[in-house]
């Protein structure tokens, strides 16, 4: 048995099912589709293999309790990156997976960071602003 090592980076992604503001959801095996064709072009173009565990959880805030998703990725040993492209190809994958689920924004708490994208300033409505 053969341990390989590679340097620790992380990266979470959360990523609401709702889309947009609607009573609408995007059911889990249509996101898993999606992150799938994004992994396969991330593959195809630059050799990159990026996998992903996914779970479900929930967005609590005031009223707002959203059904999500945590997309997590790990510098994999067996197919290991450096910083800088392993931050590159998440945000790549994160920016495809919002585009392509109607989201207005979401988040990526990588090893040393959080970084959240925003397509829509729009606030849900279930929060309560003040």
């Known amino acids: 048995m053969e ?3 590679s340097e620790k ?3 979470t992604v959360t990523i609401g099912l ?15 589709v999606n992150l799938q064709e994004d992994q396969n072009q991330l593959i195809q173009d630059k050799s990159i293999y990026l996998s992903a565990a996914v779970s ?19 510098n994999y040993p067996k197919f290991p990156l450096d910083e800088k492209v392993f931050k590159e190809s998440v945000s790549f994958l ?6 392509e689920l ?17 397509d829509n300033p729009e606030i849900d409505p279930r929060i309560l602003v003040k």
């Not at 709702?18 to 996101?31: A, F, I, M, N, R």
């Not at 994160?94 to 585009?99: I, Y």
């Not at 989201?103 to 959240?116: A, C, P």
């Open 9 to 11: 980076y992380t990266a």
């Open 18 to 32: 709702q889309k947009g503001y609607t009573k609408d959801l995007w059911p889990k095996s249509e996101v898993i």
């Open 3 to 5: 341990f390989i090592n």
């Open 94 to 99: 994160s920016k495809r997976l919002m585009k």
């Open 56 to 74: 479900e959880c929930e967005i609590v805030l005031s009223g707002q309790v959203d059904s999500s998703l945590k997309i997590e990725f790990i």
């Open 102 to 118: 109607n989201q207005n924004r979401i988040v990526i708490v990588f090893h040393n960071e959080i970084v959240m994208l925003e």
